[in-house]
Nanobody, 124 residues
């Protein structure tokens, strides 16, 4: 049973930083792509960044480049999302997801496993 558990969300002022964590368990993730999405109220789920578990290959949405960094620690089975220079429009629930392979990694429907999400609120 694959489990993804996010943590690290919270309330932060504009310009601040947060590091989100996603603890993965239930299987080995070689060959998987791990991803971060976010969803703001009334909006569709949006791709932020992805990383291949085995090779560490990185993918970023244009909106995430420069302010977000995705990484993974194989020893801890954890994926991270470092977010800097946060803006009020970054307020959303942030989700960790996992899929085998990397086809259409930017599409939420490609992912088999999801965490419960962690709320990030950025105040102005």
């Amino acid at each position: 049973q694959v489990q993804l558990v996010e943590s690290g969300g919270g309330l932060v002022q504009a310009g601040g930083s947060l590091r989100l964590s996603c603890a993965a368990s239930g299987r080995t993730f070689n060959g998987y792509t791990m991803d971060w999405f976010r969803q703001a109220p009334g909006k569709e789920r949006e791709f932020i960044a992805a990383i291949s578990w085995s090779g560490g290959i990185l993918y970023y949405a244009e909106s995430g480049k420069g302010r977000s960094t995705i990484s993974r620690d194989k020893a801890k089975n954890t994926v991270y999302l470092q977010m800097n220079s946060l803006k009020p429009e970054d307020t959303a629930v942030y989700y960790c997801a996992a899929m085998y392979g990397s086809n259409n990694y930017y599409t939420s429907g490609s992912y088999s496993y999801w965490g419960q999400g962690t709320q990030v609120t950025v105040s102005s």
